[in-house]
């Protein structure tokens, strides 16, 4: 049997097409795949945030001003180890006006936060007040907020 030039034009037509479509479908099949993955890993990974912060609460137990220092007494009430140590921040306000703001590089704790605190734990957080956080000049509530690296916060108040 002799093949002529058109037949063997078409068979290898055939072949460079069903080439193309097998090539076609492996790369349709692991762009699917790796989008799977990324979507499952990204999914489980929120779902385990979320659980761990759902986990997560601090009590304030009571606070103390006494002209410098702010002292704080609080209460890890919930399952997971809340980062004290270099993370906590803390915002004042009076009258829905911030009166200062401190990141974990720029609060000042002399006592409680050298450690992070284990469920159950109580403890007093002491921060100090000055230059650019005093409140001498404020009267009546004091407002604040605590934050413990993102994982839980607690506000309260104190009257000055």
Known sequence: ??????????????FIIMLMLIIISTATFTWITRI?????TKTNSF?????????????????VYDGKTLHVFIKNNGNNIVPVKNKTSIILYSQNQI?????????????GCETNLVPG?????DI???EDCDIS????????????????????????
């Open 99 to 111: 009166i200062c703001s401190r990141d974990s590089s720029r609060l000042i704790c002399p006592q």
């Open 36 to 40: 799977q993955d990324t979507t499952i």
């Open 47 to 63: 779902t385990n945030e979320l659980e761990r912060k759902m986990t997560s609460g601090i009590e304030i137990l009571d606070e």
């Open 137 to 160: 000049d404020y009267i009546g509530i004091i407002k604040y907020k605590l934050d413990f690296g993102g994982l839980v916060g607690v506000a309260a108040q104190f009257e000055k």
């Open 128 to 130: 100090l007040l000055n």
């Open 121 to 125: 734990e109580s403890r007093r957080i």
């Open 1 to 14: 049997m002799i093949l002529s030039n058109k037949s063997l034009t078409e068979a290898l037509s055939v």
